[in-house]
């Protein structure tokens, strides 16, 4: 018997419509247990899905949830609208006599959309018109409208400081408004005093695209923050054409312009690279850092016409340099050495009148002798062209005659001419013209130039080197003979 009563208690409790009871209605406990069923038949109420896509919702006063208020407006309004039916239409049935007749099905769901519910074929439409107005409506989706406060975001009665504060909150302000050149600097500084960068960037842009380039400038020299952060955006933007400008206008000091300079490397397009070094020639520097960089871009220019030009020549296999000794790498962007060398490798012979002439790249870029020398001698001997090497030591004086001279010491020569594999014939004739005695033993000895060492002793008449040394070459050889002779000589006479 228990088990039959708790499972009618059960249906009762699971069903959408509750069971007749005795209980008093006004009995608090029981007011709480019916309202936590409604609530949890909240869901079923609205996602219950019929043949019409449409959600049925009776007038028996049920509270749903937590849109009770919106219940009760309905179960107020379909009380008004059945005082106005037909009595016929009423069941006097004691049994539902808590519970009004259903009189119409509609969708809650449309009601929320604010859509007019559709009235049941078979049913006699108990709802006016004017029940499902807006008003109706309303009490099921009221409308949602943005805070009053709200619609002064729009409002161009901003004072500067207001709109400098509304941009560091992230709200939407329009800077249009201030058309004076006073306002718009008044808005400047009001934002360089706020201390927030994004803002100071925002009417930095604002600024360069409403006056012009000069005003902002000269405007800019005494904001030197504002200043800094349009010359970071400029940087990060690219706008190399107007950074240029501003520094050009501008005092600014030496870091900032060596910074600038800078820039170039990474730059990657030769051609945009030049127009970029064009523009620095202009740029507050002293006299002799305007000569580098005025250099550097003569540089750059010859080293684009010399690569132009020698591409071809390789393409085409016109030169016989070329088809010997291919090209390992380009010579864009190279130091003013590499590119001498580069010259003196490939176009030792040609004319002073074209770019590509060594000798016109130390007349043009006044390359010291000894830089010249120094290169000129590793690019020829790396070539084993011996005459060029000799060529380039031997002068003559006013009278005609020739003498060899080294604007860098001979010694040097030699040890350049051996890391190059020179013969040791040739290693010899210019170590024989080492001034120093010992300095010329040392590298005679260390090379080999067994000859040089040889006179050397004899020139000292060191009977006693030159006999020890005698134990150091090979027996038989023409060294050998020439130390007897030696020897021999000196104990006759």
Not at 79 to 107: I, M
Not at 255 to 270: C, G, T, W
Not at 376 to 389: P, Q
Request: hydrophobic content about 35%.
């Amino acid at each position: 018997m228990s088990r039959a009563r708790a499972d009618e208690e059960e249906y009762w409790h699971s069903s959408k419509f509750r069971a007749f009871t005795f209980d008093d209605e006004d009995d608090e406990l029981s007011q709480l247990k019916e309202s936590k069923r409604a609530v949890n038949s909240l869901r079923d109420i609205v996602d219950d899905d019929d043949d019409d896509d449409l959600e049925r919702v009776s007038w028996s006063g049920e509270p749903v949830g937590s849109i009770s208020w919106s219940i009760k407006e309905t179960a107020s309004s379909s009380t008004s609208l059945l005082e106005g039916r037909d009595s016929s239409l009423q069941k006097g049935s004691s049994s539902y006599a808590a519970f009004p007749k259903q009189v119409s099905s509609y969708s809650l769901s449309s009601l929320f959309k604010g859509k007019v519910p559709h009235i049941q074929y078979g049913q006699m439409a108990c709802l006016s018109l004017s029940a499902l107005s807006d008003t109706g409506v309303k009490n099921y989706a009221p409308e949602l409208r943005r805070p009053k406060a709200e619609y002064k975001d729009y409002s161009s009665d901003w004072s500067p400081k207001d709109t400098v504060r509304r941009m560091q909150r992230g709200k939407v302000c329009s800077l249009e408004r201030f058309r004076s050149l006073q306002d718009k600097l008044v808005l400047l500084d009001e934002a360089v005093a706020g201390h927030d960068g994004n803002v100071i960037t925002a009417v930095l842009i604002f600024l360069k695209r409403t006056l012009r380039r000069e005003i902002l400038f000269r405007e800019l020299e005494v904001r030197q923050v504002a200043l800094c952060h349009l010359i970071h955006f400029l940087k990060e933007t690219g706008e190399q054409k107007l950074l240029l400008d501003l520094l050009r206008l501008c005092c600014f000091s030496l870091p900032l312009q060596l910074s600038q300079y800078r820039e170039h490397l990474n730059i990657q397009d030769v051609e945009k690279r030049r127009e970029f070094l064009k523009g620095c020639i202009g740029l507050p520097f002293s006299a002799e850092d305007t000569s580098h960089i005025q250099d550097h871009y003569t540089l750059l220019e010859r080293q684009i016409i010399i690569e132009a030009n020698d591409r071809h020549l390789e393409t085409a296999g016109q030169s016989e340099i070329f088809r010997k000794y291919p090209r390992k790498a380009s010579i864009l962007n190279m130091p003013l050495v590499t590119t001498l060398f580069y010259s003196c490798f490939y176009h030792y012979t040609e004319a002073e009148g074209t770019f590509s002439s060594p000798t016109n790249l130390k007349k043009t870029f006044k390359i010291p002798d000894k830089q010249y020398v120094l290169t000129a001698l590793a690019a020829r001997a790396k070539l084993r062209a011996w005459d060029d090497v000799d060529a380039l030591f031997t002068t003559k004086n006013w009278l005609g005659y020739t003498k060899k001279k080294a604007p860098i010491g001979f010694h040097r020569v030699v040890e350049i001419l051996q890391r190059n594999n020179a013969p040791v014939q040739v290693l010899q004739e210019y170590v024989r013209l080492v001034e120093d005695v010992e300095t010329k033993l040392n590298l005679a000895t260390k090379y080999k130039c067994h000859d040089v060492v040889i006179e050397t002793y004899r020139d000292l008449k060191d009977r006693i080197q030159l006999t020890a040394y005698k134990c150091k070459v090979e027996r038989g050889s023409a060294e050998e003979e020439k130390i007897n002779g030696i020897l021999n000589n000196v104990v006759r006479n």
